[in-house]
C-alpha cells in the first residue's frame, strides 16, 4: 500500500487520549458517587439500629429484674419499653419473617415474665425459670445483632 494506507492507519491519539480521560474520570466519579451514597445510607442508618438494640436490651434486663423483684408495675413499663422499641427497629428487619418471630418472642417473654412475677420468691418452679432468661437473652442478642447488623 502507498501513502494513503500508511495514514489510515494511524491513531490519531489526539482524539484517543482525550476520549480514555473522560471515560476513566467517569467511572471514577460514578464509583466515588457510590461510595459515598453506601456511606451516607449506613449513617442514616447506623443510630438508630444501635439506640434500637440497646434500648431493646435495656428493657429485656429490666423486665427480668423486675419479674424477679415483685414489681408489676416496673415490670408493666419495661415490657411496654420493649414493644416500642421493637417498633422502633422494625423497619430495618427486612423479612416479614423475622418481624413475625420477634414479635412472637416478645409475647413469650412477657408471659414468662409475668409467670415469674406470680410465682413466690421462694419457688423451686421460679429457680427454674431464671436458667430460661439465659436462653431468651441469647436469642434476642444474636437474633437482634444478626438481623440488624449482618453485611449483605
Given amino acids: 500500500m502507498g501513502k494513503l494506507g500508511d495514514t489510515a492507519r494511524k491513531i490519531d491519539w489526539t482524539v484517543v487520549v482525550p476520549l480514555v480521560s473522560i471515560a476513566l474520570t467517569s467511572y471514577l466519579q460514578w464509583e466515588q458517587m457510590k461510595v459515598s451514597s453506601e456511606s451516607a445510607i449506613y449513617q442514616v442508618t447506623s443510630t438508630p439500629k444501635r439506640e434500637g438494640y440497646a434500648t431493646f436490651m435495656q428493657n429485656l434486663l429490666y423486665a427480668y429484674d423486675n419479674a424477679m423483684s415483685g414489681n408489676g408495675k416496673e415490670l408493666q413499663k419495661n415490657i411496654d419499653g420493649l414493644e416500642m422499641a421493637y417498633y422502633g427497629i422494625q423497619p430495618f428487619l427486612v423479612s416479614k419473617n423475622t418481624q413475625d418471630t420477634l414479635y ?8 414468662y415474665c409475668t409467670e415469674i412475677l406470680k410465682l413466690q420468691r421462694a419457688s423451686q418452679k421460679r429457680e427454674q425459670l431464671r436458667t430460661e432468661f439465659a436462653e431468651y437473652k441469647v436469642f434476642f442478642q444474636r ?10
Avoid at 412472637?104 to 408471659?111: A, L, T, Y
Avoid at 437474633?143 to 449483605?152: I, Q
Fill in 104 to 111: 412472637s418472642k416478645i409475647r413469650d417473654f412477657d408471659g
Fill in 143 to 152: 437474633y437482634l445483632f444478626f438481623s440488624l447488623f449482618s453485611v449483605e
